[in-house]
């Protein structure tokens, strides 16, 4: 088990989230919801995409930004943003075992207040005249090469 965090700020769709909280528990990460989320957290689609794995993954609920800093704060954790504003590439950047990676709102991102909090941000490359890559998919990714450098060595 590593001490990464994966950290959904305000998200929107139900079905990501439980696709996210299953990917967690697979690879034994922790994730942070940081709410208000777009849907009942007890949404049957978050059921249903996370299957029966919800019951192993390690989630901390956030009532506000304000209360998910002031833990970050207190728990002295590097904050790495995942960002299509960012300019370094997820795999050239050096994440540490105890990371927290956020990820915005698929219908928004995040504001600028969090933006300027983050210790890092990432980009995931795309080609020309993309938007973005779905959310679920982008977390798979980032964890992915995190994981590679912190916890599968």
């Not at 922790?30 to 794995?53: H, Q, T």
């Not at 943003?81 to 709102?105: H, M, Q, W």
């Amino acid at each position: 088990m590593t001490d990464l965090r994966i950290a959904l700020y305000q998200p929107d769709i139900p079905g990501n989230t439980g696709t996210i909280l299953r990917l967690a528990a697979c690879l034994g990460l922790a994730v942070d919801i940081i709410e208000p989320a777009g849907f009942d957290i007890s949404d049957r689609n978050l059921k249903r995409a996370g299957m029966d794995y919800l019951a192993s993954v390690t989630l901390a609920r956030h009532v506000n930004w304000e209360k998910f800093e002031a833990w970050r704060a207190e728990a002295d954790r590097r904050l790495i943003l995942a960002s299509t504003k960012a300019a370094e590439r997820y795999t050239d950047f050096t994440f540490r075992p105890n990371d927290i990676v956020l990820f915005g709102r698929e219908s928004a991102g995040v504001p600028d207040l969090v933006h300027a909090r983050a210790d890092g941000r990432i980009l995931i490359p795309m080609v020309a005249g993309q938007r973005s890559i779905n959310l679920a998919m982008s977390v798979a990714m980032v964890a992915g090469e995190a994981m590679r450098q912190t916890a599968w060595l």
